[in-house]
């Protein structure tokens, strides 16, 4: 990941947990529950919910160290 942006590889590691998730919960739900699941689950740590509150943060942060002369 070298070169990405500190928001890039948040989110990389955070879809990658996302995903694991919701593998789990399809497995161990019916269909129409895991929909439900799903829906929710992204709302709160998908681009509407969590990576929206943390992508200016993390913008901010890494402008900060670049401002610094740290990367």
């Known amino acids: 990941m ?3 942006s500190l928001y890039q ?3 990389t590691l955070l879809n ?3 995903n694991r998730v919701l593998l ?3 497995a161990s ?4 529950q895991y929909q439900a699941f799903k ?3 992204l709302d709160e740590f998908g681009e ?3 990576e929206k509150e943390l992508k200016p943060l993390l913008i901010e942060k890494q402008h900060g ?3 610094n002369g740290r990367e």
């Open 9 to 11: 590889v948040v989110t």
């Open 24 to 26: 789990i919960a399809q």
């Open 48 to 50: 509407r919910g969590l």
């Open 29 to 32: 739900l019916p269909e129409h």
């Open 39 to 41: 829906k929710l689950f």
């Open 65 to 67: 160290m670049a401002r």
């Open 16 to 18: 990658a947990r996302k």
């Open 2 to 4: 070298v070169g990405a």
